[in-house]
């Protein structure tokens, strides 16, 4: 017998069709290269106009199809101290660099969907964060996560979702999520507020932020390391960097300044220092030459030193400190000093293993219900349409959250598993009804189903909605995913199913 399309049924095949077209049709749909998702600011490739979201189809004419053959053209080519001609083309631009070193971007596979993986599937790190000693309201953490986004931006820190999220308390919360980050990693980044002041004996010259810096050397001759020394089996180096404040803040140095005397025993110099302290502790002081007596100067060089076993861990220690300096006078400090509620961290490892896990263990629980009501109502066809159905729901899940941008975690992943849950339960009942009382028509009886089903639905959804806020938002993914799923199959793949076993019935 040949099954006759309702409008229901030809809504569910509408449906999937233009969620398969929301999950697999992107932006770099079938095109050939790496995916550029960090972009250093203030280096050569950053100045040559290189930024995130672009392709890289060719290096030096070569074709790239992939991060294997990205990474063996960039690793013959800086293995010198001479400056190297790169030359980086894209879709719509191409791009020539030259540098001593390897260009500061990080770069990814083409993403072949629209789908997006949370912290749970990709792996790396998760911090929610709250103020100490103070509840913050909406206002005040979204200020914070703008302020630690800009911040983290400054660090250099890709692939980061910063959000705030609130619970049913009222308590607001930052949630970070850093991909490829180690806890420590994350716990140092968040852990110090950043506030940054350079003083005169009691008397703050300027602060860290745009306010008083209004720039800050990063590279080139006006930062770096400059000097190492060892002494007792350790290694120490000295940075330097060099930076630039407000015509404001050059003035109050040149008005603090005015009135301290000269040093008698070292006439070179004044008799006090600029101290510079980072969260209230003392990092570095300096001495201040007699020519800057009073002069209003808007530059003013910091340095620092580290230590390491050897001279490469010092040299990368002396980087890392120097960095953290220059990100906070670049960004100012934190509004508030934050804790760690919860940390979190998982292995991509293990994401790719759970993720193929739970596709086969699903794949493999449809075919079992599919089997048994086969077997229980004796139609094949049943089964089969319940099989469709189910299938359905999750391409429409999977096509409304690549719509909306959701990042996929574990939360959302159980949520899916429940909506295919209550889905199958509705269907069962559908099936049930259709083979109760004779007295009444297929058409009356699917009725009395659907009834049962709505009766569910608002249940579900009545528990649904304050899940979206419980447990700091955590959850959020269970609840987001378990609407989408239970709401599109009320209002589309229940009624088409609906139909499809009036027609299996008549």
């Given at each position: ?72 053209i960039i690793q013959r080519k ?183 005397p000269i040093n008698s025993s ?241």
């Amino acid at each position: 017998m040949k099954l006759k399309f309702t409008w229901k049924i030809w809504l569910l095949i509408i449906v999937v069709a233009l969620s398969l077209v929301s999950i697999f049709v992107t932006p770099t749909f079938l095109q050939k290269g790496v995916l550029v998702i960090s972009v250093k600011s203030n280096s050569t490739a950053f100045e040559q106009g290189l930024r995130s979201g672009q392709v890289i189809t060719e290096v030096d004419g070569q074709k790239i199809e992939s991060i294997e053959d990205f990474s063996q053209i960039i690793q013959r080519k800086f293995n010198t101290n001479e400056n190297v001609k790169t030359i980086f083309k894209t879709k719509n631009a191409e791009y020539i660099l030259y540098s001593k070193t390897a260009p500061e971007i990080i770069v990814s596979e083409i993403p072949q969907t629209n789908i997006k993986t949370g912290l749970d599937l990709s792996g790396g790190s998760r911090a929610l964060v709250q103020a100490q000693d103070k509840k913050l309201s909406s206002s005040e953490v979204n200020d914070l996560v703008a302020i630690t986004n800009n911040r983290f931006n400054v660090y250099g820190i890709a692939d980061m979702n910063i959000r705030p999220i609130s619970d049913l308390a009222g308590n607001n919360f930052m949630l970070i999520e850093i991909a490829g980050a180690t806890p420590q990693d994350l716990e140092k980044l968040i852990s110090e507020q950043g506030k940054f002041e350079a003083k005169i004996g009691n008397e703050t010259v300027f602060y860290g932020g745009e306010k008083d810096i209004t720039s800050v050397a990063r590279s080139g001759q006006d930062a770096g390391i400059y000097s190492c020394d060892q002494a007792q089996q350790r290694h120490f180096c000295n940075f330097r960097f060099t930076i630039y404040l407000s015509e404001a803040a050059a003035t109050r140095f040149g008005g603090i300044t005015e009135d301290i005397p000269i040093n008698s025993s070292n006439p070179e110099y004044l008799e006090k220092t600029i101290d510079f302290y980072l969260d209230d502790k003392l990092v570095n002081s300096l001495q201040i030459g007699e020519g800057l007596k009073g002069r209003v100067t808007t530059q003013v060089q910091i340095s620092g030193s580290e230590s390491g076993e050897t001279k490469d861990d010092a040299i990368k220690n002396a980087e890392e400190e120097m960095k953290q300096l220059q990100t906070v006078l670049i960004t100012g400090s934190l509004p508030f000093k934050l804790e760690i509620v919860k940390l979190d961290t998982i292995s991509p490892t293990l994401g790719k293993e759970f993720t193929r896990t739970i596709f086969l263990a699903g794949l493999a629980a449809l075919l079992a219900v599919s089997i048994i009501i086969s077997i229980r109502y004796k139609k094949l066809k049943s089964s089969f349409a319940l099989l469709i159905t189910s299938i359905s729901e999750i391409i429409i899940i999977l096509g409304v959250a690549s719509l909306i941008k959701w990042d996929l975690d574990l939360p959302s992943i159980a949520g899916i598993l429940a909506a295919i849950g209550t889905g199958i339960d509705s269907q069962i009942i559908i099936l049930d009804e259709a083979k109760q009382s004779i007295f009444l028509s297929i058409k009356q009886r699917m009725k009395r189903a659907f009834a049962i089903i709505l009766g569910a639905y608002f249940t579900a959804l009545a528990a649904l909605i304050p899940l979206y806020w419980a447990v700091a938002g955590l959850f959020k993914g269970f609840a987001i995913t378990t609407i989408i799923g239970i709401t599109a199959g009320v209002l589309i793949t229940r009624p088409a199913f609906t139909d499809m076993v009036k027609k299996i019935e008549e």
